[in-house]
């Protein structure tokens, strides 16, 4: 349905930092890069992170979040892992989340500019 979604960001450097680490693990990587954007994705880009003046300002109330899939729970385990040495903080360990469903194994991090989370994977 959607073919790419950005965000923006103050310190692309940093962001750079953060998001090389947590996406890795789920397979993702940066397939588009300029002084002003980054663009991470399996084959084609999918995530954005644009260096911006004014970046959505951080509100952990407006159900704003980004969910990432990843195809084992090891990968889910290893983006949470990434995240936090990255300067991400923990918003809900890896698990089993069954009020979501049966196998959603998911885990959830604020990222540095505040912005909410989430790997997750249906495999057992």
């Known amino acids: 349905m959607l073919n790419h ?3 923006g960001v ?9 998001y090389d680490a947590a996406l890795k693990p789920l397979g993702l990587k940066c397939l588009a890069e300029g002084s002003e954007y980054l663009y991470y994705g399996v084959k084609s880009p999918e995530f954005g992170v644009l260096a911006v003046k004014h970046p959505v300002p951080a509100n952990a109330e407006s159900g704003l979040h980004f969910c990432f899939e990843g195809t084992k729970r090891a990968e889910v385990d290893a983006f949470h892992a990434a995240a936090l040495k990255h300067g991400g903080k923990d918003n809900g360990k890896p698990g089993l989340r069954a009020d979501y469903g049966e196998n959603y ?8 500019d505040g912005y909410r989370l989430e790997a997750y994977t249906s495999a057992k």
Do not use: G, N, T
């Open 105 to 112: 194994y998911a885990a959830f991090v604020v990222d540095p």
């Open 5 to 7: 979604v950005s965000i």
């Open 10 to 18: 103050k310190d692309l450097a940093k962001a750079r930092s953060f």
